[in-house]
């Protein structure tokens, strides 16, 4: 875009209206967008890449146009709303989040990156005069449930719009504003990697509290601080001593008797450094609710009686329109206690008016210690002089893993507030499994690379589709990043088959060239050596499967003869184990072991060389137990044969193939000739290069135009099932373009054969809640259940479709459509048809685990989203009125209360 010449100069007015002098970062990045540049900006949290952002909306209204502002999440979305509109007041700020919708309007709109996504599939009329989108926390495109959708507004935004990324530090900036520059045009890279505040590591051992680092060392390298190892050191010597750190007696093996620091203690310690305010991170939300609790029991008390009166205020301003019947269920009155006492949690388990309640609180001083889950790291405005660590491992979704480098600077970002503090702090609590070296190098590595997640689904793909048709879409989808940086992963590989290919024209000269003979002999030797090593492979499996089929045939007491290794001898099985793919029988030989063995131990099937009998119940881990079943086992008078039998004839002696191979080796001219075995081992070299070779062009296969082979499956079984039709979108495909859900096509496919027919709103809900819902642990799929009779029926009928789907999806080799999961149903039915907050909260969650408020909240919201979705995009009028009323319905209570 070209700005007008009045604009010229606007950095010099907008700097002159901030309390402070920009810094060099902002400066450029700043400069380049008012010369009409799109920019990134990759800098440490709490830097002030914000400022940036904030001068593409001055740079908008400026110059007449508009500005959106995207954020990840609705939290940030309404901090971002609510700075923004004390700066340019109420008429010129909108806010879009999905759930409010606040002067749309206006020339400035904070947005949800999913709002603006969806607007530009809608070809939205707000789109008009756009000049400036900011898109903050950028880095979020790695995020593997939500990350594609930044890649979609980046590749759909019309080229005149200038575009302000806003990224934490990552390693690949440059890679990132390459790809920014090939789909969006001129764009300038600012990289800032210094924190406004310097930051130091600490680790807290009991009581005492080390530098992480040694700040005195010469070494280049990094250090551990030396009175640091040497007190771990001391303390595990003294625990050895005192018999903590050896074995325990009876059951469990060894087990250390340390027990870290209660957090009273470490908040006391903390505050007695002068390190308060401070954020503690612990990965689960039942651990931060843990922690408050433990802090409550104590006397720990953090804040001073004069400001009783406006906590007070603070807490009635977010809580004074919750009902007061649900209070109690709420634990209204400790939160409201533990905010008295300086102290909080702040998780997504919260209900929101609870959680705003404390980031206001913490950010005017008033709470000055926070247990919080990692969420907290995302961008929501609490610096605090102080971050913890109780843990380096958390749950990732999938299992329990070690923090990365980038969760790791992410989290201790937090700490150090800028113009408050001269330094930030972050302490990692000791624990005997902590490793001071991994500590060092988290600590020490500052940046992560970006990735990509972007993958097309089917309502990214129908709305493709729709607006460009299937080249096209084709061709936009392999300009996205991922492809971006598969592409120069290829480029590696192209480069190491040309130097393959170098190497090869050498070797084939050395070989006497295309006519000497040899190129053919060698290859004859390399066809042998394949087909030797897949006899032998073979040969390999089939003594497997034998030995698991007799493994798996055998009975308890049989008696069978291990038949080498340390466990030779006889053996009595005492449990078996049928489990196909590798069973374990238990076993206890004729020398007392008791243990299970595998298929590896039977290099010929095991056979059965008689029978014993067992008691009812053997404990094996007995030893009185194990010495008089191997003194019965010897006296059965069962003997163990000699030796192994002799197996079957090796596959290769009687394989025709290999015959043939080997008469045409020996019938070779080049068989004869002297230097013969001089130019095969040149010929191995040649055939290793030739592998390596075709290995790595399978691998450029595989990755080049990745993303358009999964558009065209998607787009295959959409034309299936009759979303596309001669490349063109139908009126079953254009309602699948208007839901935006993890189980988009099987809502429209519902939709479309009318499943949800017949249901009364409160019904509706309950139903739609299993495609939104996701158990915290397992088995939240429990069947065709629910309250009411139409429900079951409309259950067991959605279940069906997704079903149906699954396989569709395994044919297509598609992804599968995430499992619906019943765990809110009767939860959100009690709640639209008008019960209470208890009986609700009863009826909802995984078995034995309730929901907390804050988590029923969050999803009657997404409910809530998915219904405003069924009412605007289903045919059946019916259907979209009962939608609406279920909307309604949910929209009470706690669920309306401070909407975030």
Same mark, same amino acid.
């Given at each position: 875009?070209?700005?007008?010449?009045?604009?010229?100069?606007?950095?010099?007015?907008?700097?002159?209206?901030?309390?402070?002098?920009?810094?060099?970062?902002?400066?450029?990045?700043?400069?380049?967008?008012?010369?009409?540049?799109s920019?990134?900006?990759?800098?440490?949290?709490?830097?002030?890449?914000?400022?940036v952002?904030?001068?593409?909306?001055?740079?908008?209204?400026?110059?007449?146009?508009?500005?959106?502002?995207?954020?990840?999440?609705?939290?940030?979305?309404?901090?971002?709303?609510?700075?923004?509109?004390?700066?340019?007041?109420?008429?010129?700020?909108?806010?879009?989040?999905?759930?409010?919708?606040?002067?749309?309007?206006?020339?400035?709109?904070?947005m949800?990156?999913?709002?603006?996504?969806?607007?530009?599939?809608?070809?939205?009329?707000?789109?008009?005069?756009?000049?400036?989108?900011?898109?903050?926390?950028?880095h979020?495109?790695?995020?593997?449930?939500?990350?594609?959708?930044?890649?979609?507004?980046?590749?759909?935004?019309?080229? $005149?719009?200038?575009?302000?990324?806003?990224?934490?530090?990552?390693?690949?900036?440059?890679?990132?504003?390459?790809?920014?520059?090939?789909v969006?045009?001129?764009? +300038?890279?600012?990289?800032?990697e210094?924190?406004?505040?310097?930051?130091?590591?600490h680790?807290?051992?009991?009581?005492?509290m080390?530098?992480?680092?040694?700040?005195?060392? %010469?070494?280049?390298r990094?250090?551990?601080?030396?009175?640091?190892?040497?007190?771990?050191?001391?303390?595990?010597?003294?625990?050895?001593?005192?018999?903590?750190?050896?074995p325990?007696?009876?059951?469990?093996?060894?087990?250390?008797?340390?027990?870290?620091?209660?957090?009273? !203690?470490?908040?006391?310690k903390?505050?007695?450094?002068?390190?308060?305010?401070?954020?503690?991170?612990i990965?689960s939300?039942?651990g931060?609710?843990?922690?408050?609790?433990?802090?409550?029991?104590?006397?720990?008390?953090?804040?001073?009686?004069? $400001? =009783?009166?406006?906590?007070?205020?603070?807490?009635?301003?977010?809580?004074?329109?919750?009902?007061k019947?649900?209070?109690?269920?709420?634990?209204y009155?400790?939160?409201?206690?533990?905010?008295?006492?300086?102290?909080?949690?702040?998780?997504?388990?919260?209900?929101?008016?609870?959680?705003?309640?404390?980031?206001e609180?913490?950010?005017?001083?008033?709470?000055?210690?926070?247990?919080?889950?990692?969420?907290?790291?995302?961008?929501?405005?609490?610096?605090?002089?102080?971050?913890?660590?109780?843990?380096?491992?958390?749950?990732?979704?999938?299992?329990?893993?070690?923090?990365?480098?980038?969760?790791?600077?992410?989290? +201790?970002?937090?700490?150090?507030?800028?113009?408050?503090?001269?330094?930030?702090?972050?302490? /990692?609590?000791?624990q005997?499994?902590?490793?001071?070296?991994?500590v060092?190098?988290?600590?020490?590595?500052?940046?992560?690379?970006?990735?990509?997640?972007?993958?097309?689904?089917?309502?990214?793909?129908?709305n493709?589709i729709?607006?460009?048709g299937?080249?096209?879409?084709?061709?936009?989808?392999?300009?996205?990043?991922?492809?971006?940086?598969?592409?120069?992963?290829?480029v590696?590989?192209?480069?190491?088959?040309?130097?393959?290919?170098?190497?090869?024209?050498?070797l084939r000269?050395?070989?006497?060239?295309?006519d000497?003979?040899?190129?053919?002999?060698?290859?004859?030797?390399?066809?042998?050596?394949q087909?030797?090593?897949?006899?032998?492979?073979?040969?390999?499996?089939?003594?497997?499967?034998?030995?698991?089929?007799?493994?798996?045939?055998?009975?308890?007491?049989d008696v069978?003869?291990?038949p080498?290794?340390?466990r030779?001898?006889?053996?009595?099985?005492?449990?078996?184990?049928?489990?196909?793919?590798?069973?374990?029988?238990?076993?206890?030989?004729?020398?007392?072991?008791?243990?299970?063995?595998?298929?590896?131990?039977?290099?010929?099937?095991?056979?059965?060389?008689?029978?014993?009998?067992?008691?009812r119940?053997?404990?094996h881990?007995?030893?009185? /137990?194990?010495?008089?079943?191997?003194?019965?086992?010897?006296?059965?008078?069962?003997?163990?044969?000699?030796?192994?039998r002799?197996?079957?004839?090796?596959?290769?002696?009687?394989?025709? !193939?290999l015959?043939?191979?080997?008469?045409?080796l020996?019938?070779?001219p080049?068989h004869?000739?002297?230097d013969? !075995?001089?130019?095969? =081992?040149?010929?191995?070299?040649?055939?290793?290069?030739? =592998?390596?070779?075709?290995?790595?062009?399978?691998k450029?296969?595989? %990755?080049?135009?990745?993303?358009?082979?999964?558009?065209? =499956?998607?787009?295959?079984l959409?034309?299936?099932?009759?979303f596309? !039709?001669?490349?063109?979108?139908?009126?079953?495909?254009?309602?699948?373009?208007?839901?935006?859900?993890?189980?988009?096509?099987l809502?429209?496919?519902?939709?479309?054969?009318?499943?949800?027919?017949?249901?009364?709103?409160?019904?509706?809900?309950?139903?739609?809640?299993?495609?939104?819902?996701?158990?915290?642990?397992?088995?939240?799929?429990?069947?065709?259940?629910?309250?009411?009779?139409?429900?079951?029926?409309?259950v067991?009928?959605?279940?069906?479709?997704?079903?149906?789907?699954?396989?569709?999806?395994?044919?297509?080799?598609?992804?599968p459509?995430?499992?619906p999961?019943?765990?809110?149903?009767?939860?959100?039915?009690?709640?639209?048809?008008?019960d209470?907050?208890a009986?609700?909260?009863?009826?909802?969650?995984?078995?034995?685990?309730?929901?907390?408020?804050?988590?029923?909240?969050?999803?009657?919201?997404?409910?809530?989203?998915l219904?405003?979705?069924i009412?605007g995009?289903?045919?059946?009028?019916?259907?979209?009125?009962?939608?609406?009323?279920?909307?309604?319905?949910?929209?009470?209570g /706690?669920?309306?209360?401070?909407?975030?």
């Amino acid at each position: 875009m070209t700005y007008p010449r009045s604009q010229q100069g606007e950095l010099a007015k907008f700097s002159a209206e901030l309390s402070f002098g920009l810094d060099p970062f902002q400066r450029n990045a700043c400069a380049a967008l008012e010369e009409g540049h799109s920019v990134l900006v990759c800098a440490p949290t709490g830097a002030g890449k914000t400022v940036v952002g904030e001068f593409a909306v001055h740079l908008a209204l400026a110059g007449g146009g508009k500005c959106f502002y995207t954020t990840p999440i609705k939290a940030l979305s309404n901090q971002k709303f609510a700075d923004l509109t004390e700066r340019y007041g109420r008429d010129s700020v909108g806010l879009l989040t999905g759930d409010q919708s606040i002067n749309p309007g206006a020339p400035v709109v904070v947005m949800t990156t999913e709002v603006l996504r969806n607007m530009l599939y809608a070809s939205s009329d707000t789109l008009a005069t756009l000049s400036h989108v900011v898109m903050d926390e950028v880095h979020y495109l790695a995020d593997r449930f939500r990350g594609a959708v930044w890649e979609e507004v980046i590749l759909h935004l019309p080229p $005149d719009v200038r575009l302000v990324s806003l990224s934490a530090t990552v390693s690949n900036a440059e890679e990132f504003g390459a790809w920014m520059e090939t789909v969006r045009g001129d764009t +300038t890279v600012v990289v800032d990697e210094t924190r406004p505040v310097p930051l130091w590591q600490h680790i807290m051992v009991g009581r005492r509290m080390f530098d992480l680092f040694d700040t005195d060392s %010469t070494d280049q390298r990094v250090v551990v601080d030396g009175d640091l190892v040497r007190f771990i050191r001391q303390r595990e010597a003294e625990d050895r001593m005192n018999g903590f750190g050896g074995p325990r007696h009876g059951r469990g093996g060894p087990r250390r008797f340390f027990r870290p620091l209660p957090r009273p !203690e470490v908040l006391a310690k903390l505050d007695d450094e002068g390190l308060l305010p401070a954020i503690t991170f612990i990965f689960s939300r039942a651990g931060c609710d843990g922690a408050l609790a433990q802090c409550l029991r104590s006397r720990l008390d953090l804040s001073r009686p004069e $400001d =009783r009166e406006e906590i007070d205020r603070i807490i009635d301003k977010h809580t004074g329109d919750l009902p007061k019947s649900d209070l109690e269920v709420l634990g209204y009155w400790d939160w409201r206690e533990a905010m008295h006492r300086g102290i909080a949690a702040h998780h997504a388990g919260m209900l929101p008016a609870f959680r705003h309640t404390v980031e206001e609180l913490f950010l005017r001083g008033y709470v000055r210690a926070v247990f919080a889950t990692e969420t907290l790291a995302l961008g929501i405005n609490m610096p605090a002089r102080t971050v913890v660590l109780e843990r380096l491992v958390k749950f990732n979704g999938e299992s329990h893993a070690e923090l990365t480098p980038g969760e790791y600077t992410q989290l +201790t970002g937090r700490a150090g507030r800028r113009g408050i503090d001269v330094e930030g702090h972050a302490v /990692v609590l000791w624990q005997p499994e902590v490793d001071t070296s991994a500590v060092a190098g988290l600590a020490s590595t500052r940046t992560f690379p970006l990735r990509s997640s972007f993958r097309p689904g089917y309502n990214m793909s129908i709305n493709l589709i729709d607006r460009m048709g299937a080249d096209e879409s084709r061709a936009l989808l392999e300009r996205s990043f991922a492809q971006f940086q598969a592409d120069r992963s290829v480029v590696g590989l192209v480069r190491g088959i040309e130097r393959n290919e170098a190497a090869l024209r050498k070797l084939r000269g050395q070989l006497g060239g295309e006519d000497g003979g040899y190129l053919e002999y060698i290859a004859l030797r390399e066809r042998i050596k394949q087909r030797e090593r897949q006899l032998e492979q073979k040969g390999r499996s089939d003594r497997r499967g034998a030995a698991v089929t007799a493994l798996v045939s055998l009975r308890r007491g049989d008696v069978v003869a291990i038949p080498s290794g340390r466990r030779a001898g006889l053996a009595v099985i005492l449990e078996p184990d049928a489990s196909p793919g590798d069973p374990r029988p238990l076993v206890l030989t004729e020398d007392k072991w008791a243990g299970r063995v595998s298929a590896a131990d039977f290099p010929v099937p095991a056979e059965t060389l008689g029978h014993m009998r067992l008691p009812r119940r053997v404990d094996h881990r007995t030893a009185r /137990v194990r010495r008089d079943l191997a003194s019965a086992l010897r006296d059965t008078g069962i003997s163990a044969p000699g030796r192994p039998r002799r197996g079957k004839r090796a596959p290769a002696a009687d394989d025709h !193939e290999l015959a043939t191979l080997r008469r045409s080796l020996r019938a070779h001219p080049a068989h004869t000739r002297p230097d013969r !075995e001089q130019k095969a =081992r040149v010929g191995e070299r040649y055939n290793r290069v030739l =592998r390596e070779s075709e290995t790595m062009r399978q691998k450029v296969a595989a %990755t080049t135009n990745s993303l358009a082979r999964t558009f065209d =499956r998607i787009v295959a079984l959409l034309t299936e099932r009759g979303f596309v !039709e001669d490349g063109e979108v139908t009126a079953d495909g254009r309602r699948l373009s208007r839901i935006y859900s993890e189980s988009d096509l099987l809502v429209a496919e519902c939709l479309r054969r009318g499943l949800w027919r017949g249901l009364g709103p409160a019904e509706l809900a309950g139903v739609v809640s299993i495609l939104v819902y996701e158990s915290r642990q397992e088995g939240g799929f429990l069947g065709a259940s629910g309250p009411t009779a139409p429900i079951r029926r409309a259950v067991a009928s959605t279940i069906g479709v997704w079903d149906d789907l699954r396989s569709d999806e395994a044919k297509h080799k598609l992804p599968p459509t995430r499992e619906p999961d019943l765990g809110f149903v009767d939860g959100v039915y009690k709640w639209a048809r008008g019960d209470g907050l208890a009986e609700s909260l009863l009826a909802s969650g995984d078995q034995g685990s309730l929901l907390s408020a804050g988590d029923f909240v969050r999803w009657c919201r997404q409910v809530i989203d998915l219904l405003d979705q069924i009412h605007g995009s289903a045919d059946d009028p019916e259907v979209a009125a009962t939608a609406a009323k279920a909307v309604r319905a949910i929209r009470r209570g /706690v669920v309306a209360v401070d909407a975030a």
